[in-house]
């Protein structure tokens, strides 16, 4: 991935990051904060699915896991009021990662002997299990109206809320601003953890179950053990992704941690590339910003058959139809066509990604 | 509890139960011919419902003609998807990415269904109307009744075709292995159309029954009823057809049991009833990680 490293594609996307915030409009920057969140999740799933083959439709619930273990870490109970330990937001983070990793890997091992799509059958269970945990234990969840989350604290700055401007050199930034950044940092680690992994040996691991866990077994990697590894990393990050996502809501309820985000998160993979960790960023970022951007064209109204209303969906839905038989390898696939045509250094002829099929 | 609460209670679940075993064992043929898994099948369901619905209304036709109708649209339908959509991707071995599309086309036809049909209650209106049966001193209706005789119809008229018919032979022979199948001359891709043919029309009685009185008819919470079937399909075991309808039975009595004692189990949630069948499922994989009846799917690795 060196080649990566300096392309100079890298240095537009960097610079970008860069000035984003200050060039673009709020909403753009809006969406590139719950972009960011919700592509370190798709990152996750890149690793899962693309990589070791396993189908999740569960990622929502290791979502909500990372956001309620952060909650309850983070915020501050009082009598009547929810669950809240009061520990600093970086701990908190921690421990929503961690949580969710258990989880993660426990449902593997509850699944042993299932794999590949199956898993993915039995992993619809997880979503729908916590969605009723999440409605029925108001003291972890604040109910169907859900409750407000605490604001990331850096110092005595509040990063991801408030109406304070952190002011560097003459540039004023608000909060939604402040939390491009951070979330963008933390993206940029992720994936440069989520690069080193697929080239790793324990990444190799991964496609060698995913190409063939029968064959994976006749070379001494225990299928079993790489799908609960596959799974709590995946899981991890999805517990990062949950919490920051729910630091980008400041708000969260029961209905939103539903089959529905699962299905998201894959039409982000599906649209990207199911192999690609690059694919799976703009997935997100294509799949957070579409509804969004139907909102501010006014153009979701209406009811009945023919109203725009579930437009997203249906476009999500035809997409992963139209892209899944015609063009695999989703965008990543047509950008390495494209560098091919214009025979640049990323369009060496590579070995096409080849999906979790098997 | 009354005789006649339990009776109703046991029916009641038996006969959702059977109708969920159909919807899943339509979902195990698929699987055992091609190995994809038709995600898309909670919202064709709802399809089903909604085309014999439509049918009834519109064309203004005796039921059983609509059911029929609407059959022949499923299968044709299931038939079409294979050809166009799937068999592409089989032939390449492809299935993760067939079983994707098909959630693809759910996420799709599912928005556009709640879309139309809103907050509305369609009914069917079926030949049974809304009689009830007197038994004893106690009532049950004549649809779960009806229900549960097609059910078993269905399953006992199925298994006899598989295992005595020369077609049916031939569709195990695949299921079994579809390389030595192939090389003995079947056109194995002949067989995966018919498996969704046959699973398309198998949807519609299951349908049917599931909106009939005494439910509120097809809205949206259809999906979620339809979707219950995917821990029937695990809990029976994935390749068994049997295991489907064994699941989809003791699933059907699960939820009705706890249904009827909802107020003393309040302490587990609202709605325990509709979770029961996935927790059942995990329940399950702990004590027998390949169902009830597993089979070849078991992956020992």
Redesign the interface.
């Known amino acids: 991935m060196s080649r990566l490293r300096m392309s100079p594609v890298v240095g537009v996307v960097l610079l970008a990051l860069l000035v984003g915030p200050v060039v673009l409009p709020e909403f753009l920057v809006s969406i590139g904060v719950f972009g960011f969140a919700a592509g370190i999740g798709a990152i996750g799933l890149c690793l899962l699915l693309g990589h070791a083959g396993q189908l999740s439709l569960g990622h929502a619930f290791f979502l909500a896991v990372g956001a309620y273990t952060y909650l309850v870490l983070v915020s501050d109970s009082a009598p009547g009021l929810p669950w809240g330990l009061g520990v600093p937001p970086v701990v908190g983070i921690a421990g929503a990662m961690a949580v969710a990793s258990v989880f993660g890997a426990a449902f593997c091992l509850i699944a042993k002997r299932l794999g590949g799509i199956s898993i993915g059958l039995a992993s619809i269970s997880l979503v729908l299990i916590g969605q009723h945990v999440l409605n029925a234990v108001p003291g972890l969840s604040g109910g169907a109206s859900g409750r407000p989350v605490p604001p990331l604290r850096l110092g005595n700055l509040e990063v991801t809320s408030g109406n304070q401007l952190f002011v560097i050199s003459g540039f004023q930034f608000n909060s939604v601003q402040r939390s491009w950044y951070l979330f963008a940092i933390v993206l940029l680690l992720v994936a440069w953890f989520a690069y080193n992994l697929v080239a790793s040996r324990s990444g190799r691991a991964f496609q060698a179950v995913r190409d063939g866990s029968i064959q994976a077994s006749t070379s001494g990697i225990d299928p079993l053990r790489v799908r609960v590894v596959a799974f709590a990393v995946s899981s991890a990050l999805a517990g990062l992704s949950g919490a920051l996502l729910a630091l980008a809501f400041q708000y969260v309820v029961p209905e939103y941690w539903g089959l529905g985000l699962s299905l998201s998160m894959l039409a982000m993979l599906v649209i990207g590339g199911q192999t690609s960790i690059a694919g799976a960023v703009v997935g997100a970022m294509l799949v957070t910003g579409l509804p969004i951007v139907f909102r501010e064209l006014n153009l979701a109204q209406g009811s009945g058959w023919l109203s725009l209303n579930s437009l997203p969906d249906i476009l999500y839905g035809l997409g992963i139809v139209l892209i899944i038989y015609y063009q695999p390898d989703g965008l990543a696939g047509l950008a390495r066509r494209l560098a091919g045509l214009l025979g640049r250094a990323g369009g060496r002829p590579r070995r096409a990604a080849a999906l979790a099929d098997s | 509890m009354t005789v006649r609460e339990f009776s109703y209670m046991l029916l009641n679940g038996v006969s959702m139960g059977a109708m969920l075993g159909i919807v899943a064992m339509a979902l195990v043929i698929i699987y055992r011919g091609s ?3 038709n995600f898309a099948f909670p919202s064709l369901t709802m399809l089903a419902a909604f085309a014999v619905i439509v049918t009834a209304d519109r064309l203004q036709v005796p039921f059983i003609v609509a059911v029929l109708i609407g059959v022949v649209i499923m299968a044709v339908g299931f038939g079409l998807l294979e050809r166009v ?1 799937i068999r ?2 089989v032939l ?10 098909t ?10 269904l ?3 049909i ?1 907050s509305r209650h369609l009914t069917l209106d079926g030949p049974w109307g809304t009689r009830v049966l007197s038994v004893g001193d106690g009532s049950l209706p004549v649809s779960r009744v009806i229900g549960l005789v097609v059910a078993v119809v269905l399953m006992i008229g199925f298994r006899l075709w598989l295992k005595r018919s020369s077609f049916g032979i031939v569709m195990r022979a695949v299921a079994d292995d579809q390389v030595a199948a192939n090389e003995i001359g079947v056109r194995v891709s002949r067989i995966w159309t018919v498996s969704w043919v046959l699973a398309g029309a198998l949807t519609v009685p299951a349908a049917v029954f599931l909106v009939a009185f005494p439910a509120s008819g097809l809205d949206t919470a259809t999906y979620w009823v339809a ?1 219950t079937a ?2 029937v ?2 809990i029976g075991g ?1 390749q068994s057809l049997e295991g489907a309808v064994v699941a989809g039975v003791a699933v059907g009595v699960c939820m009705s049991v706890l249904g009827a004692y909802q107020d003393q189990l309040a302490f ?5 009833d509709s ?1 029961s069948p ?2 059942l ?2 329940l399950v ?2 004590v027998k ?2 169902g009830l009846i ?1 089979g070849a ?5």
Do not use: K, T, W
């Open positions: 190995h994809v898994v959509l592409r991707l390449r071995r492809a299935v993760m990415s067939a079983s994707i599309l959630l693809g086309l759910d996420i799709a036809i599912r928005a556009e709640n879309q139309g809103g979707l995917i821990p399909m695990i994935l587990l949630g609202r709605g325990f979770l996935y927790v499922m995990l994989l702990l990680p390949g597993s799917e078991v992956n020992r690795v």
